[in-house]
């Protein structure tokens, strides 16, 4: 198994809500990433996990809230968003933190109304 | 500071040979990737490179020189198919932080 899935492909939500964006490796990846990534421009790190810690955040408002419960497995919980926030997001994870090529899914397409 | 320069778009004739160029200054160096990715796709590993010189990978080709802060990547025997945005992504001193320069769009016409 050599890619990474990410969940749901597509996502609409209003700013009141509360959603969750899930991503999944079995390739034995120690490293996962979310990167956001906007129309024309390249993607922009938001946080990593190193060994299932928490190892940067990008200042990245807390609205936004990650989660690895195992090494497989990262989330993004998103809570009160706003219309900015419509990007798409893009999972990626690496054998290790550091020089290591990362390996992206194919991203959630999030809508915020 | 760090900052990272690429052509905005480049266009090329199937069959022919292009080279993408990429300058770069970062807080710490710890190797150069590139990456290419489809409109509306996510991107995908092309190439590493931590030492000076050139890494060769079937048609594609990635040179790095770390005094210089420049890098290249060399497309050879292009195809419709490499029709393209290739992001230059320098990593610095904290592990897994990839910088991507703002992207290359490449254009390749039959």
């Known amino acids: 198994d050599t890619e990474v899935t990410q969940t749901p492909k597509h996502l609409v939500m209003g700013m009141t809500n509360k959603k969750s964006l899930k991503c999944e490796q079995h390739?034995?990846?120690?490293?996962m990433y979310w990167y956001k990534q906007k129309a024309k421009k390249p993607p922009e790190l938001m946080f990593v996990?190193?060994?299932?810690?928490?190892?940067i955040n990008e200042s990245v408002p807390s609205r936004f809230s990650p989660e690895c419960p195992n090494s497989s497995l990262l989330n993004l919980h998103l809570h009160a968003l706003q219309p900015e926030d419509s990007a798409l997001y893009l999972c990626?994870?690496?054998?290790?933190?550091?020089?290591?090529?990362?390996?992206f899914g194919p991203g959630t397409r999030l809508t915020v109304t | 500071g760090q900052n990272i320069d690429q052509p905005t778009e480049m266009t090329a004739t199937e069959g022919a040979i292009v080279q993408i160029n990429c300058t770069y200054q970062t807080s710490g160096f710890n190797g150069l990737f590139w990456y290419q990715q489809h409109a509306g796709e996510a991107p995908t590993f092309l190439s590493y490179n931590v030492l000076d010189g050139l890494e060769e990978k079937g048609r594609f080709s990635s040179f790095l020189s770390r005094s210089k802060g420049y890098s290249y990547l060399l497309l050879k025997e292009l195809q419709m198919k490499d029709s393209a945005s290739y992001l230059c992504a320098p990593e610095g001193n904290q592990g897994g932080k990839l910088i991507f320069g703002q992207g290359t769009e490449l254009s390749v016409k039959p």
């Open positions: 390739m034995g990846h120690r490293a």
């Open positions: 990626a994870s690496s054998q290790t933190p550091r020089a290591s090529g990362q390996y």
């Open positions: 996990y190193s060994y299932e810690k928490l190892s």
